[in-house]
Structure formats: structure tokens, C-alpha cells
């Protein structure tokens, strides 16, 4: 009897490049945002480029195919097949001469690709493996095929750490900050297994849900998982199916403006309703900070609120636990350098679980007296799509229930309406 074919995430941890953790950490977004395992993988650090397309060959027993191949493809290599084609079999013609082509694709093994790329270009197909995030690169630039926000997204952070250092100039496809991480059909259509995740099922993964592979006991706590963009239940949201209206376009303010609270570790409870009302008529934004710290603060343990300010993250306001202020409030974090702010700024609706460990997560740690928090909540802020705050909140007891999430999401979609009303109203005094 044949053997199965290892699959991706086996043979790259076999060979020492991934760890256990990281594959499932890939495998929980693959299953909520789709395409490849290895776009998943790039997209929360756990392995190079080069390491991807090393693992890709192996498994499917062609070479791989490098970002450097795949720049500058002479117009007559372009031409050998046609852009329909192209786009429908995700599949990019790098070199070609005489009787013969050479075609990066995403599946080598898939025979209906290569019989049809034989017959439409009438040469002998020499097929070669790339990743899903270069092909659709490629495909945009030769083809017109527009590359998702998503991947977007990841070739400018790619591009930046692999070309820049050379001195290279690199052209940076900007993903809109609107996009938000979602199901894309397009991606990893062509023999991929995965589907789209039920909404209803998304807030939190537990390393026992992950697919295909069972957690070892040392992974009984679950690594910070981003969950893909869920609108939070609010009566002032737009429906989705409500017709598109123009819009002024609405930038926040500079986050400079923004005045530091006194010490805010004691504060009044506040109900959902009475919260609500409040942020109906914002004073300023320090009275939209505070409005969520008296409505979390003593429903949870510790509570932080972060002011986003271009592409950098700064401590804003916190309550509950004491934190180390002076270390809190001198708290940056680049937008571009990976962290939970990274993956919200991306457009997850939500992070949670343990934080990871990265030189960010540490220098916030450092702010935080006690043990850290095993179920930490992280939730994004956004006008007009663009981050402009982040409530970091841990809980009472050993976990958030349900409707405690539920909440503070709830109030954070109203805050970043009360925000935006805020900015109007600045805007139309200065006017």
C-alpha cells in the first residue's frame, strides 16, 4: 500500500522549523480566515520565506520558487499564457524558451493543471512550487488579478524585512486599513480543504479544538489566537446589506491631544446602559477612556486602554490592578514590529489567550506587577475602519465568561462611535 504524503505542517515540524505551538496557532487561523497553511504560517512569524518554499519542494517533489524568480518576467514569457487562465489556475509563467515553459503554481501534484497548462500554451509544462502569498503578487503585477488585502497585508511586511536591507527600492501594496481579516475565497482555492468558520463559533479556540492535531499537555493553555472581523451587536450599527452612502472622510486627531488621566485604579461601576448613554454626547475623548474603564474596571481584574497615534501604540489609561504607571504611560509599540497590536491593526475583531513571547508583550509585561493573565482580552477601537484605540482587559476569575466578552465588545463598537462623534464635532468648529 502507497504511503500518504506527509502533509505541510508534519514535515515542517519533522524537520525542526516550526514548533508544535506554532502549527497549531496556524492551523486555529487557517480554519477561521482560510487560504494556506503556509500563509498562515508567514503571517504570525514562525518560519522565513525560504524555509516555506524549502518544506513546499520536499513535500511536493518539485524546486521551489523564489521571490527573485519571479521579478522581471520578460513580456514574452507573460504572453505564453493567457490571463484568464492564469488567474483561474493561480498559476504564473516565469521562464519559457522553444518547445518548453517553466510555471510556478500552488499545487504541483494537481495533474488537471498540469494537462491544461500543456494544452494551452502547447509546450512541455515544467512545473514549479511557490507560496500562495507570491503567486498572488505576481499575478496582480503581470495579470491585473488584485491581490486580497489580506496577502496585501503580508507582502508589504515581507518585502520590507527581505528587499529594504539591500537598498532596494520596493514597491509597498498598502492593504487598506478598513480590510479586515476575512474569508477570501481566492485563497488556496486549488486543493485546499479548508472552509469557512460559522461566525456563531468564533470568539475563542482551546488547543483541544484545533484540527488535525491533538495539543500535547504543555499546550493546555491557548497561545493569543486571532479571531476573524465579527461586528459586535450594537442597534447603531449599519445593517449588511444597507446600500453604500457617501461620506465625509473622518481622520482622528492626533493622539498628542490626548490628556493623561490621575490615577484611575479606583473607580465607580457603571452599567452597560447607563455607559451608553454617556458616550451619546462625548465630552472629549479622555471622557470616552473614562467611560470604559468605570464600566470594565470592576467587572475585571486589570484594564488598560491603549491611544493609537499613526503607526504607533502608546499606554493611555488603565484601572483595576495597580500597574507600574510611570512604565506604563512611557509604553510605545510600532504598529509594524509583531504583537497583538499587529494582529489587530490587521483587522481581527478580537485577540485571546496567553500573549506570546515577543519583546513587545515583555515590555508591557514589565508594567503589569503579578503572574500574567491566562485568558487576556484584546480589543480593537477603529473609525472609519482605522485603529485609533485598544482596551486590554484581564479577568476577574480564571477566565471570561461569554457574556462578559460580549459586553465589552458591545461598548467598545460604541466608543468608537462616540470617537467619531467627537472628531465631527471638532472638525465642524474649526470649520
Not at 473614562?290 to 464600566?295: A, C, D, I, K, N
Not at 477603529?382 to 458591545?410: I, K, M, N, S
Request: aromatic share 4%; with cysteine.
Amino acid at each position: 500500500m502507497r504511503s500518504r504524503p506527509p502533509r505541510l505542517g508534519e514535515l515542517l515540524e519533522a524537520r525542526g522549523w516550526i514548533t508544535r505551538e506554532q502549527l497549531l496557532r496556524a492551523l486555529r487561523n487557517q480554519k477561521v480566515v482560510g487560504g494556506k497553511l503556509g500563509t498562515c504560517l508567514l503571517e504570525i512569524d514562525a518560519l522565513s520565506e525560504d524555509s516555506l518554499a524549502r518544506g513546499l519542494s520536499e513535500q511536493q517533489g518539485v524546486p521551489p520558487v523564489t521571490p527573485e524568480d519571479l521579478r522581471g518576467i520578460p513580456e514574452e514569457v507573460v504572453q505564453l499564457l493567457p490571463a484568464k487562465v492564469a488567474r483561474r489556475l493561480i498559476a504564473v509563467p516565469f521562464r519559457g524558451g522553444g518547445t518548453q515553459i517553466h510555471v510556478a503554481v500552488l499545487d504541483a501534484r494537481d495533474l488537471a493543471v498540469q494537462d491544461e497548462l500543456a494544452f494551452v500554451s502547447g509546450r512541455r509544462v515544467h512545473l514549479h512550487v511557490a507560496s500562495e502569498v507570491r503567486l498572488f503578487e505576481t499575478l496582480e503585477k503581470l495579470y491585473g488579478e488584485e491581490c486580497p488585502p489580506r496577502l496585501a497585508k503580508l507582502l508589504d511586511r515581507l518585502n520590507r524585512s527581505r528587499f529594504l536591507w539591500r537598498g532596494e527600492a520596493v514597491e509597498s501594496p498598502e492593504a487598506p486599513p478598513s480590510e479586515a481579516l476575512r474569508w477570501d475565497p481566492r485563497l488556496g482555492r486549488a486543493g485546499s480543504t479548508a472552509a469557512p468558520a460559522d461566525p456563531a463559533f468564533l470568539p475563542t479556540f482551546s488547543t483541544e479544538s484545533a484540527p488535525e492535531l491533538p495539543a500535547p499537555p504543555a499546550l493546555a493553555t491557548a497561545p493569543l489566537v486571532a479571531v476573524a472581523a465579527v461586528p459586535a451587536p450594537s442597534p447603531l450599527d449599519q445593517p449588511a446589506t444597507a446600500p453604500a452612502v457617501a461620506q465625509p472622510t473622518v481622520e482622528p486627531e492626533p493622539a498628542e491631544d490626548l490628556q493623561e488621566l490621575p490615577d484611575t485604579s479606583v473607580i465607580p461601576a457603571l452599567t452597560l446602559d447607563e455607559a451608553e448613554r454617556r458616550l451619546l454626547s462625548p465630552e472629549d475623548r479622555d471622557s470616552v477612556g473614562r467611560v470604559l474603564l468605570e464600566f470594565a474596571a470592576p467587572r475585571v481584574r486589570r484594564v488598560l486602554l491603549f491611544k493609537v497615534h499613526k503607526e504607533e501604540v502608546a499606554g493611555w489609561m488603565a484601572g483595576g490592578e495597580p500597574v507600574d504607571r510611570p512604565r506604563f504611560e512611557a509604553f510605545h509599540a510600532r504598529l509594524d514590529l509583531p504583537s497583538v497590536f499587529l494582529t489587530l491593526s490587521s483587522g481581527a475583531a478580537l485577540a485571546r489567550g496567553v500573549l506570546a513571547d515577543l519583546p513587545v508583550h515583555a515590555e508591557l509585561a514589565a508594567a503589569l506587577p503579578g503572574p500574567p493573565a491566562a485568558d487576556a482580552l484584546v480589543l480593537p477601537i477603529r473609525v472609519r475602519g482605522r485603529l485609533v484605540a485598544v482596551l486590554y482587559a484581564e479577568p476577574a476569575a480564571t477566565a471570561f465568561e461569554p457574556a462578559a466578552v460580549a459586553d465589552l465588545q458591545r461598548l467598545c463598537s460604541k466608543a468608537a462611535i462616540a470617537f467619531e462623534l467627537f472628531i465631527m464635532r471638532a472638525k465642524l468648529r474649526r470649520a
